[in-house]
Structures are given as structure tokens and as C-alpha cells.
């Protein structure tokens, strides 16, 4: 075995050396020891909001914006720019979990006795952010397991279980589908997602693990499909984010209104990373279209780059349609730079609703009471100007508020945020008079969502925890386990069966992954400050839409329905001829045969109906008796269905005259001929009635 310590030498520790360590050691009949010294690829965040309790619910959120992509040569571990731009919006959905968990722990009834606590961590709208949170979350974050593995017997340590904290069963996230499909493919833990709408997580069979507290997007679509037939905008042009949540949203909008008559003109994707450049092209393919309606599928941040491009080459003549990503934003409402370009906005938005108490929590928050709170301390640094907890000798550098994971900072940079500092705070500040996005709770709409997804939750551990017949399928009552036993399949179950009624006296249940459908209709209208503000105009149940048309102000600033079409409708006497190449929306006009009219279903139905309502008023004169009124109305009656809303065509002309009236009736085609009854004696037909 001389040969046996020279190969230890020849490799160092790495997979395939202790594979082969384990085979020849198993050969030989060795058991070898080998210190593994197992650690976290890359480092997580130092920011985080926690609290410790006797279960740790997880929670992922968006609170930054995501840095610039930064090309990989994949021969090291890639870094990344500052993740910077807290967003207030996402910090206030923060809290709503943490107002949440708050009020639990206070209930008497709702988990008895058990403590929840919390870890938050940012997402910064970025995948691999976000999948290595997840995996601190649930590890516990623990960054080696410094563990002693052995051929006989590998005893390896659960992460978490060794100073790395607490793992969580389940999260709170995250904020994206795209996110969401990877975490759920990849964690064994459930997730209930506040903000991922694609429709293929409500395949049970492929993600038996995801919740939502918001509905898929097929009702979003559907709804959106509604609008663009009910206003009859049969030329459109969409712009979608380039991922998941865009891509199967604008699909299931085509699917909806495939054979009634809209088409898109165009689809334009755009990708976070790449908006610059991406926002430019969009905006030039929108001045160039001749649709007048756009469809935008993407994230507030997104649009507000699309838009301020759209300001830039005086584009403010499009109508345009908002999903729920976008269509509440008070970032995009209140900036004047796209007010002109904005105006006029239709939109689908998460239902608003009410979290009382809510406001006031949120303005008695202060750092020093929340020290483990290092996104409030940031907050605290950006509206007041001054560094919380700190001494005139503590002064915080600016650069400790630029340490999300995977950082690159240059030296040059990371020495001049080191002179620039926050003075200390005089521990006078407060959010009560402060107004911005942070403390406005009249529309709670993300952050509802939140606050359900943790009601969802703690509703499924309390029926765990106080089940008194667990296992009743094997015939015996056995005590039910504690906080520290539950296994995820039965989390799985409780979860589906969950339904229960939340403070504000809703009733809350799952069906399958997803929730009832409720979505708000709004508007964007012009006030007199020159922002935008929103205003309600309808709401959307399940499959239902139900509208305001009255109360929508357009993009031109009157009540005027504009008009989005590639071809205008044919006149009477013309019929449509489809342009070759192009779709069925787009086509031209040409003069129908001799002997055919055109279905139009304007003047010659009006025509036909006063003559009917003639008829009718006069039926017991002699002249109308003397015509056969019985064949007349039912002559005037046939005609009027023919000309109910259809595809325009050239047909057949039947002309039937009695005492100098004619009557055109319009059968079936493809018959292409005209003919006419003669007149009878009116004499005649008086003497015989």
C-alpha cells in the first residue's frame, strides 16, 4: 500500500479525491477519516430584518433594484455591482408580514403558545439573488458544516443545526413567477408567493409546493381581452418583460381574443438587465406603429424607462393598457417628466384593501426599538439624513449601506464612500408627519397579499399543532408534535385545506394554488398639479368585468373612445379583401358585384326598422291590411336579422313589392342574383279583405 499515501498528495480535496479515497478505502478494507471543510458558494447579504421565535417564517422581497449585468468569464465566482435604490414600496411589504406575524403572537386563539419569528431577505430582483437567500433561509445560514465524513458511516450535520441559525419551513415569496418556478424546483420547503401570477403554477403536478395570494394571470388577460373587444381596438401592439411573468401573459392574451377580431401588430420584449438600450427600441417600434392601444406586461421600473423615452420623442398619442405590475405605481403617477405620455392609462390592479392598524404601526416604527433592522435603519439614513444609534465619534460611512451579496466595489470608489458619512441622529426623528409611499396605506394592494399569505400560514400550523387525531388513519390518537417536528407533507395538506376568515371579516381559501380572482379596474386622470392620480372605474370577478365607461377619462383628456384599427370598416357597397401577408385586421375594400349589396349593419338597418316600427303603428289601417301585414312583418322581421353583426361580405339582393313599398330581404350566399315580385291590385286585395 506504498502507493496509497502518495496518491493523498497527488490530489487535493475535491470530489472526485474522495470518491476515490471511499472506493480504494472500502477495497482495502480501511476506514478513513477525512475532514471536509464544506462552506456556502459566495457570501449572503449582511442585511436582513430578524426576529427570533420558536418557528422562523422566511421572507423574500425585492427591496432593491437589480445592478447592472456584469460580464462573466467563468474562470472565478461572479461579482456583481451594488444592489442599490431601496424601494419603499417593497419595505412596506415588509412590514406588512411583520405586522402580521405581530398580531398573531398577540392572539390568544391563533397558535396558543407558540412564538412566531421572522429572517427577511432581499431578493433585489434578481434570480441567483434570490435562490441564494432562499438557501440561507432554509439552511439557516450557515456558512460551513465543518463536518467529519466517514466511509462507514458519513455522518453529515443538517445545515442550520450548528450556530448557523434557525432554518424556516416555509416562505414568504418570492416576488417574481420566473423566481418562483426556479425556488420551487430546486427547495424542498413550500413557498406562498404574494406577487407570481403565471398561469402554469396552478399545475399542482409540476409545483406541488407553491401558493399564491394573488390570481393567476389568465384572469388578468382575459380581462385585458374584454377591454380591447368591448372598445373594439382591433390593432394593437404590446411590450412584455422578457421573462416568464411577460411571455405567458401576452400568449394567453392572444389566445383569448384569437377569432374576434384583434390582432397585434407587434411584441416587444424588454429585459432588466439590458432596459436601457431596450426601453430605446421599444419607444421608437411605438412612434412607428400605426396601433394607437399598447399592452405592456412589465414592472413599474421598466415602464418608467419605456416612458421617459416615449417624453423624449414627444410620443403622447397612445392609449395604453396596464397590468397589475404597473398600473398603481405612485413612482409613475407622480412624476411630471411622463405625465403627458401616462395620461390616460386603463388598467388592471390588485384589489385594494384595508389592514387596520396598519398605518399607525407602521409610523411607530423606529430603529432603536428594531435593532436586528438593518433595511429600517437604511430608510432611517435616506428621509432623515443622519446614521441611527451613532455617536458624533460613530458617524456611518455611506459605503456601509452598499453591502449586498456578490459586491465588487473598486478601491478608488470604496475610499471616497469611506470619507463620505451620515452624522448621528438626534433621536428626535419620527415618521408621524412624514408623507411619502412608505406611510400611505389607503391602497393596500401587494402588501394585503402578504398579510394573507401569513394569516394562510399560521392558520396551517395551528391546525397542525392542535390536531387531535394525527394519526387516526392507523386507529390510534397520538399527541401532536411540536413546532420542531413538522414535516413538510403535512404542511402541504393543511395548506390545501386551509379556510378561514382574516380580521377584516373575508373568507380565505386556496383553490388548488391560486385564490378567487379580484382585480380593481383604474385609470389614470390628469389633476390640476399636472400629476396623474388614480381613480377606480370598475373591478373584475373571476371571469366577470364590470365597468364604468362613463367615469374613464382617455389618453386625449375627454370621454371619446379612441380608435386603434388597421383598417377602417367598408362602406356600404364594398367588401373586405385580405392583404396578402398581413394579418386578418389589416385588408382593403373593394366594390361588391353588380347585383350584390354589403351586410352593413348601419343605414340599411335603420331603415329597416323604422319601416317596421311604421307598420306596426299603422297595422289596423286599410293600407297595411291590404298589403298582406301579417307577410310584411315577417318580411321587415327576417331582414333585421340578417343584419346582425358579421363579417362583411357582398350578398345576394331580394327585392318584394306590394302597393309601392319595396321590401329587400338578404338571403344566404353564395347566391348572387336579384329578383322582384310584381305588385299586385291594391283594388282587388281591399275588396277581398
Not at 243 to 271: H, M, P, S, W
Not at 436 to 460: E, G, I, K, M
Request: net charge positive; with cysteine; proline share 6%.
Amino acid at each position: 500500500m506504498s502507493w496509497f499515501p502518495w496518491l493523498l498528495t497527488r490530489w487535493p480535496s475535491s470530489a472526485l479525491y474522495l470518491l476515490l479515497i471511499n472506493v480504494v478505502g472500502r477495497q482495502t478494507g480501511l476506514e478513513v477519516i477525512q475532514a471536509i471543510q464544506c462552506t456556502q458558494w459566495g457570501a449572503t447579504s449582511s442585511k436582513s430584518n430578524f426576529q427570533d421565535g420558536d418557528m422562523i417564517i422566511g421572507g423574500l422581497f425585492n427591496l432593491y433594484y437589480t445592478p447592472s449585468a456584469v460580464e462573466q468569464g467563468f474562470t472565478k465566482l461572479p461579482h456583481y455591482k451594488p444592489c442599490t435604490g431601496l424601494d419603499l414600496m417593497s419595505l412596506k411589504n415588509t412590514y406588512a408580514m411583520v405586522f402580521a406575524l405581530e398580531e398573531i403572537n398577540r392572539n390568544s386563539t391563533l397558535l396558543p403558545g407558540v412564538k412566531l419569528g421572522y429572517r427577511i431577505l432581499d431578493s433585489c430582483f434578481n434570480s441567483l439573488w434570490a435562490l441564494q437567500a432562499a438557501l440561507s433561509l432554509i439552511g439557516g445560514d450557515a456558512h460551513s458544516c465543518n463536518s467529519t465524513a466517514s466511509t462507514s458511516s458519513a455522518a453529515y450535520e443538517q445545515p442550520g443545526e450548528k450556530a448557523g441559525g434557525q432554518s424556516v419551513p416555509l416562505l414568504i415569496g418570492a416576488a417574481s413567477s420566473t423566481t418562483t418556478l426556479i425556488l420551487s424546483r430546486i427547495l424542498g420547503p413550500f413557498s406562498i408567493s404574494y406577487l407570481a401570477s403565471c398561469p402554469c403554477l396552478s399545475d399542482r403536478y409540476k409545483f406541488p409546493n407553491v401558493f399564491r395570494t394573488i390570481p393567476s394571470d389568465v384572469y388578468q388577460a382575459r380581462a385585458m381581452a374584454q377591454l380591447a373587444i368591448r372598445f373594439r381596438w382591433t390593432w394593437i401592439g404590446a411590450v412584455v418583460i422578457n421573462n416568464d411573468y411577460g411571455n405567458l401573459a401576452v400568449q394567453t392574451f392572444q389566445r383569448e381574443t384569437q377569432g374576434k377580431g384583434v390582432c397585434l401588430e407587434f411584441i416587444e420584449t424588454v429585459g432588466r438587465e439590458t432596459i436601457v438600450s431596450d426601453a430605446r427600441r421599444a419607444a421608437l417600434k411605438i412612434q412607428a406603429s400605426t396601433a394607437k392601444v399598447i399592452l405592456i406586461f412589465c414592472w413599474y421600473t421598466d415602464v418608467k424607462k419605456v416612458f421617459l423615452e416615449l417624453a423624449k420623442i414627444n410620443v403622447t398619442n397612445r392609449q395604453f393598457l396596464a397590468s397589475e405590475a404597473w398600473s398603481t405605481s405612485d413612482e409613475l403617477l407622480n412624476d411630471l417628466a411622463i405625465s403627458k405620455v401616462a395620461s390616460g392609462v386603463l388598467g388592471v390592479a390588485i384589489r385594494s384593501s384595508k389592514i387596520p392598524g396598519f398605518e399607525n404601526y407602521l409610523r411607530s416604527l423606529h430603529p432603536t426599538r428594531r435593532p436586528e433592522d438593518d433595511f429600517l435603519r437604511e430608510f432611517w439614513g435616506m428621509e432623515f439624513g443622519c446614521s441611527p444609534g451613532a455617536t458624533q465619534s460613530q458617524a456611518v460611512p455611506l459605503s456601509s449601506y452598499l453591502s449586498p451579496l456578490h459586491v465588487s466595489i473598486s478601491s478608488p470608489t470604496k475610499r471616497s464612500l469611506q470619507k463620505a458619512s451620515l452624522p448621528p441622529c438626534s433621536g428626535k426623528e419620527s415618521l408621524e408627519e412624514v408623507q411619502n409611499h412608505f406611510t400611505d396605506t389607503s391602497q393596500l394592494r401587494v402588501a394585503y397579499n402578504v398579510y394573507l399569505a401569513v394569516y394562510a400560514t399560521a392558520h396551517a400550523l395551528h391546525s397542525l399543532l392542535s390536531c387531535p387525531n394525527r394519526d387516526s388513519s392507523s386507529g390510534r390518537t397520538s399527541s401532536c408534535s411540536s413546532s420542531k417536528q413538522i414535516k413538510p407533507f403535512e404542511l402541504l395538506q393543511t395548506l390545501n385545506k386551509v379556510n378561514v376568515t382574516t380580521p377584516q371579516g373575508e373568507r380565505f381559501f386556496f383553490q388548488g394554488a391560486d385564490i378567487p380572482a379580484k382585480y380593481d379596474l383604474v385609470n389614470w386622470q390628469n389633476t390640476h398639479e399636472g400629476s396623474l392620480k388614480l381613480v377606480l372605474i370598475g373591478r373584475v370577478d373571476g371571469f366577470d368585468l364590470h365597468l364604468n365607461e362613463s367615469a374613464i377619462e382617455w389618453n386625449t383628456g375627454s370621454n371619446q373612445v379612441p380608435v386603434s384599427v388597421c383598417s377602417e370598416s367598408c362602406p356600404p357597397g364594398t367588401r373586405k379583401a385580405n392583404r396578402k401577408g398581413k394579418p386578418p385586421c389589416c385588408f382593403d375594400c373593394i366594390p361588391c358585384a353588380e347585383g350584390e349589396i354589403s351586410n352593413q349593419t348601419g343605414s340599411l338597418l335603420s331603415v329597416t326598422t323604422a319601416v317596421f316600427v311604421l307598420f306596426l303603428y299603422y297595422h289596423q289601417t286599410p293600407v297595411v291590411r291590404a298589403n298582406n301585414s301579417e307577410l310584411s312583418f315577417l318580411l321587415l322581421l327576417s331582414l333585421k336579422l340578417c343584419f346582425l353583426p358579421t363579417e362583411r361580405k357582398c350578398l345576394p339582393l331580394y327585392i318584394y313589392t306590394d302597393y309601392n313599398l319595396c321590401y329587400v330581404a338578404v338571403p344566404q350566399p353564395p347566391c348572387a342574383s336579384a329578383r322582384s315580385w310584381p305588385e299586385k291590385n291594391t283594388k282587388k286585395h281591399l275588396m277581398a279583405r
